[in-house]
């Protein structure tokens, strides 16, 4: 395949880590093809992934109708993803990219809807819809891969092998000085080591509770003389939708004001991302942030319940990672913690 000037898209409609866990794919494509129009297709939820990613010309996204603001009516929010769609469809992509596994039927869907010169997509014997996947990928391993690996396979159609690199998550250089300013305020020196903790959870077998945390912490500023940026998804715990962990950063924060700690709630996946390039090492959960700060080459601490560790553990990082055998994050203690961190951060330094 020669260097022409072609135009991609990657459709990517996921999760927070999903679509971080692809941007070995957009780099590889980048690389192959330096010259070509590369694009995105994600939803409102996940976008800020992709912000100022260079390998990224533009971004496009859509509301999924469980993520609608309150303020918008799910008439508004159909109107608006039919526009994108038709903006999308008068592109003329050369390629669609069906970025996730295993065979993908509402990406193929859009894909169908925007109507590029070809798909790459996974595929399994006998669903439905595969005949418009006209560069297949097949579906079915021998052994389990990491989703990164397993994702970059979608570029062998296009010439493209071997091993995926680094993911890349790209701060915002105003939101990483708006948290390093957060710092200062705060009387931290910024000269000593800064450890991210994020409390927030989706899952409740990833929740690790705030007694834990509030005695890590203290044994880390023991040992590490470090600061602490205590981030976390701001709001009421009981929120169906969104739920948040307000009440768990105050119980926190009231147990440690004699630390240096810095209070820092990101309402935007954007200010996560600006307030993790700050970081020495990050303590979190598995989920979005997790691979964020994969994302931002940060060392990590890990906690893993009901998830598939082989799959979804940090790529390319040094980290540790724990879960116990109950997968119930709860249960692992402050003893293992503390002795996971300190594999981390002998990581880091060697």
């Not at 980048?30 to 590369?38: M, Y």
């Not at 690790?208 to 205590?230: G, M, S, T, V």
């Not at 553990?313 to 724990?322: A, K, Q, R």
């Amino acid at each position: 395949m020669n260097k022409e000037r072609l135009k991609f898209l990657v459709i990517r409609r996921d999760n927070i880590g999903d679509l971080v866990c692809t941007t070995p794919l957009i780099s590889a494509l980048r690389q192959r093809f330096p010259d070509s129009e590369i694009s995105a297709l994600v939803n409102s939820y996940n976008a800020g992934v992709l912000e100022n990613n260079p390998d990224v010309d533009e971004i496009y996204t859509y509301t999924k109708a469980k993520h609608r603001p309150a303020n918008r009516s799910l008439f508004q929010v159909f109107r608006e993803r039919i526009k994108t769609f038709a903006h999308l469809r008068r592109k003329r992509f050369d390629y669609a990219i069906l970025a996730g596994a295993p065979y993908l039927p509402r990406a193929l869907k859009l894909a169908r809807l925007i109507n590029p010169r070809h798909i790459i997509g996974f595929t399994e014997e006998g669903k439905p819809g595969i005949r418009h996947i006209d560069l297949p990928v097949p579906y079915g391993l021998p052994q389990p891969l990491h989703e990164t690996e397993d994702i970059f396979r979608l570029l062998t159609p296009l010439g493209i092998e071997g091993a995926p690199g680094p993911l890349k998550v790209v701060p915002s250089r105003d939101l990483a000085l708006k948290a390093e300013q957060a710092l200062i305020e705060n009387g931290i020196d910024l000269n000593r080591p800064l450890f991210g903790i994020h409390i927030s959870a989706r899952k409740p077998s990833q929740r690790w509770p705030a007694e834990n945390f509030i005695e890590l912490i203290r044994h880390l500023h023991q040992q590490y003389q470090a600061a602490f940026l205590l981030l976390w998804s701001p709001g009421d715990s009981s929120n169906p939708l969104h739920p948040g962990d307000d009440d768990k950063a105050r119980e926190i924060v009231r147990a440690l004001e004699a630390l240096p700690l810095t209070a820092y709630p990101t309402h935007k996946l954007a200010e996560l991302i600006g307030a993790l390039s700050l970081c020495s090492a990050v303590v979190c959960s598995d989920g979005g942030a997790m691979h964020l700060a994969a994302g931002l080459a940060k060392p990590i601490l890990c906690f893993f319940g009901q998830s598939g560790a082989e799959r979804w553990h940090p790529w390319s990082v040094p980290h540790v990672l724990l879960q116990p055998e109950s997968r119930e994050v709860a249960d692992i203690s402050v003893a293992e913690a503390l002795a996971g961190f300190d594999k981390v951060m002998a990581h880091r330094i060697s």
